[in-house]
């Protein structure tokens, strides 16, 4: 089953980021789906959400080494739809229930 986390990207300071770019969509035809790669403003300079069959701390470490112009890389591990679903459910029948 494939599972999708986001990524929160600051690269080092003078990457270009067209070449982080066209790095990153080439790594996600070998290692998975990239669902977004986005810039963004603030802390970090890009946004990457991906799905894959290997794990998140997989994928972390391939973007690492075979993408590379990385300073800061943090990972949001996304928990199934099914799950969220049945945990909303349970504290929404809670709520109603006081």
């Not at 070449?19 to 810039?39: H, M, R, S, T, W």
Request: no cysteine.
């Amino acid at each position: 089953m494939a599972e999708r986390a986001y990524f929160l990207i600051k690269l080092e300071e003078g990457a270009s980021q067209d070449e982080f770019v066209e790095k990153v969509l080439n790594l996600g035809g070998e290692q998975g789906e990239i669902e977004a790669l986005d810039p963004v403003m603030g802390e970090y300079d890009f946004v990457l959400a991906m799905e894959a069959e290997m794990g998140p701390r997989e994928l972390e470490e391939n973007l690492k080494t075979k993408v590379g112009g990385i300073e800061e890389l943090t990972t949001l591990k996304v928990f199934g739809l099914e799950r969220k679903v049945k945990g909303a459910e349970e504290k929404l029948k809670s709520m109603m229930a006081e």
